[in-house]
């Protein structure tokens, strides 16, 4: 069965420092993988996906991603993070079968001043 | 840009009553999807839909309906609200093929009394 798992609940980080937020994934063949952001009281916002290619995705707000097939991960990543950055995040990967989208549970990331 | 509506952010129904929850997008797109998002669990798919009059369940489709009559407009129907429907809802559309992101409405909260 295709899967996805965000292994923590919660991360947190202190401004300035680099954060990730990890992402490991299970499905036949080639994935299609997703990163959202939820602010409070919004709904998700498109950060970037990985479909073919490069292997270092960049996206929206100066988040990248890198997509691992041997250890099927794509872990998000921002090399300095803002408080601003604080947030909801959800990884994703495309059901192979239909353009379902199966979600993970999702990482709360905290930024601390 | 893509907008995604709904039609409420916020609604209380009572045990019983059947509640409809609109959504609307103004890209085209033939992709429409119905979410509801609890702590802990992410997202969940009810419903989603190829194309107008036609709706596939999702993973969690009992307690719910869709209509589809025009392309842009895609209505999530609770028949007979219960309180373990309490939820946030959040309607996304795409264009049709895997590797297309889904655009997010805003979110209704559904508290049922």
């Known amino acids: 069965a295709q899967s996805v798992a965000q292994p923590e609940d919660q991360v947190n980080v202190a401004e300035g420092n680099p954060l990730t937020v990890k992402c490991t994934y299970s499905?036949?063949?080639?994935?299609?993988l997703f990163w959202y952001v939820q602010y409070p009281n919004r709904g998700l916002q498109f950060l970037l996906k990985?479909?073919?290619?490069?292997?270092l995705v960049k996206g929206s707000y100066g988040f990248e991603a890198e997509f691992n097939k041997s250890q099927t991960s794509f872990h998000l990543k921002k090399p300095s993070a803002l408080v601003s950055d604080s947030a909801l995040y959800f990884c994703?990967?495309?059901?192979?079968?239909?353009?379902?989208?199966?979600f993970g549970t999702g990482t709360r990331l905290q930024v601390f001043p | 840009d893509v907008k995604v509506t709904q039609s409420s952010r916020y609604l209380v129904k009572r045990t019983g009553e059947k509640v409809f929850l609109e959504c609307v997008q103004d890209?085209?797109?033939?992709?429409m999807f119905w979410y509801r998002q609890d702590p802990g669990l992410g997202l969940r798919l009810i419903y989603f839909?190829?194309?107008?009059?036609?709706?596939e369940k999702g993973d969690i489709p009992e307690g719910y309906s869709v209509s589809r009559e025009k392309k842009e407009r895609f209505s999530l129907i609770l028949e007979s609200a219960s309180t373990n429907q309490t939820s946030m809802y959040l309607c996304?559309?795409?264009?049709?093929?895997?590797?297309?992101?889904?655009?997010f409405g805003p979110g209704t909260r559904l508290t049922v009394l």
């Open positions: 996304a559309s795409s264009l049709y093929g895997g590797s297309n992101e889904q655009f």
């Open positions: 839909s190829y194309d107008v009059k036609m709706k």
């Open positions: 890209m085209d797109h033939e992709n």
């Open positions: 994703a990967v495309r059901d192979m079968n239909t353009d379902k989208l199966i």
């Open positions: 990985y479909i073919t290619g490069d292997n």
């Open positions: 499905v036949s063949g080639n994935p299609y």
